[in-house]
């Protein structure tokens, strides 16, 4: 059963860095697209960033140029570097495969403050 869970979210100022991770387990691990996703207070689900099994990346264009997604197969991990946060940004984060698994774990939440 395929098991996910993200943690390092915290509150920060505007113009902070945080790193997000996320523990996979239940599925091989290093085969598999992984992606970002995020969800604010009254809006739909997002997707953030996403890395392929080879390791090429894609961003949405919010986040291009301060975040970075990146794996460490080793560990079955894969990481959200997030700099230069705004407010904008303030959401409950989540991972999960690419395309999106049913199974979500429960988010890390990101508040940044103004």
């Known amino acids: 059963q395929v098991q996910l869970v993200e943690s390092g979210g915290d509150l920060v100022q505007a113009g902070g860095s945080l790193r997000l991770s996320c523990a996979a387990s239940?599925?091989?691990?290093?085969?598999?697209?992984m992606a970002w996703y995020r969800q604010a207070p009254g809006k739909q689900r997002e997707l953030v960033a996403r890395?392929?099994?080879?390791?090429?990346?894609n961003y949405a264009g919010s986040v291009k140029g301060r975040f970075t997604i990146s794996r460490d197969n080793a560990k079955n991990t894969v990481y959200l570097q997030m700099n230069r946060l705004k407010p904008e940004d303030t959401a409950v984060y989540y991972c999960?495969?690419?395309?999106?698994?049913?199974?979500w774990g429960q988010g890390t939440q990101v508040t940044v403050s103004s």
């Open positions: 999960n495969l690419w395309p999106a698994s049913d199974y």
């Open positions: 239940g599925f091989i691990f290093d085969s598999k697209d």
């Open positions: 890395i392929s099994s080879g390791g090429s990346t």
